[in-house]
């Protein structure tokens, strides 16, 4: 279980609030990849959690970036587009009834806090507070 952490913040707390839901999904992953009953179903729900969530909180965040005209916007978006690029391919093995897709999806999702939240989404903290975002 993870626990939101001031480590997590980007110091905008419209941002954190989203990050905040992206450790509730990795929560709930873990859960599903817990439980020896796991069904597809549980793991399809994640899926469309991630696919929901992603959209509107990369939205979010290239707004600001464009708003703000963050410098290294280009190479922040391809990251969010390389994140959702793999959802696709869950869904194939989830179709073959591959039940294991669970722990790949899981370590994709603490993949992304520990490199994308805590590394790539950290950078563009000056830039958005410079500009008034808080
Ligand atoms: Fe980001």
Same mark, same amino acid.
């Given at each position: 279980?993870?626990?939101? *952490?001031? /480590? +997590?913040?980007?110091?905008? %707390?419209?941002? @954190? =609030? ?48 464009? *708003?703000? /005209? +963050?410098?290294?916007?280009? %190479?922040?978006? @391809? =990251? ?55």
């Amino acid at each position: 279980m993870i626990k939101w *952490d001031d /480590k +997590y913040s980007v110091n905008v %707390s419209m941002i @954190d =609030e989203g990050h905040k839901k992206f450790i509730d999904l990795i929560n709930k992953a873990a859960r599903v990849q817990k439980d020896n009953n796991k069904r597809a179903s549980a793991i399809s729900e994640i899926l469309i959690e991630i696919t929901t969530f992603s959209k509107k909180h990369f939205r979010t965040e290239e707004t600001c970036m464009v *708003d703000c /005209k +963050y410098h290294d916007y280009k %190479s922040h978006k @391809d =990251e969010h587009n390389r994140f959702s690029e793999i959802i696709p391919d869950y869904w194939e093995e989830l179709a073959d009834n591959e039940l294991k897709v669970i722990d790949a999806i899981l370590e994709h999702l603490k993949w992304w806090l520990t490199n994308h939240i805590q590394g790539t989404d950290r950078k563009y903290v000056d830039c958005f507070n410079k500009n008034g975002l808080k």
